[in-house]
């Protein structure tokens, strides 16, 4: 818990956000061997305000990505994929410098929504896939949910 004057707030930074990939995943290695991707997406939220009048709230955001979900990112996502992301607020700059930054997602979990052929098939297959879990993995309908499953498999686009 953080202490803010007399208010206590819990320890929470999540991210949760839907959107299209603009820019495709760059893998670059540490000094130290871990496996580093970051991308960019696009995220629209329609609503309609006081007025009754549709408004949108665009945002545009990086995402950093790490280690086998990097790899993941960089062979399933091209530029217009749909994707769902689950990660944390980072803030890259020095505040004590009077820099204030950029903020940055760094995903915890991927989930791949756009339509692929099956290879063998060549019928449309809706990708689920999200971290850990690889995409050559059996059709979707013998898999059973995963504590990284957003339950999203049937969402239309």
């Known amino acids: 818990m953080q202490e803010m004057g007399n208010t206590r ?11 299209t ?3 495709e995943p760059e893998i670059m290695q540490t000094e130290d061997g871990r496996l580093v991707g970051r991308f960019r997406i696009h995220s629209v939220r329609k609503f309609r305000d006081n007025a009754g009048q549709f408004r949108e709230n665009r945002c545009e955001v990086d995402v950093v990505v790490q280690q086998r979900l990097a790899e993941l990112c960089q062979r399933n996502l091209r530029a217009g994929s749909p994707v769902l992301l689950d990660g944390e607020l980072l803030s890259q700059g020095n505040p004590e410098e009077g820099n204030r930054g950029t903020l940055e997602i760094r995903a915890r979990r991927v989930q791949f929504l756009e339509r692929m052929l099956r ?4 019928e449309a297959e809706t990708s689920d896939k999200t971290m850990m879990v690889p995409p050559e993995t059996a059709d979707l309908e013998e898999q059973a949910p995963t504590e990284f499953d957003f339950g999203y498999r049937e969402l239309e686009l």
């Open 9 to 19: 707030l819990p320890d929470i930074n999540t991210v949760l956000i839907a959107g």
């Open 21 to 23: 990939v603009l820019r």
């Open 119 to 122: 290879p063998h098939t060549g």
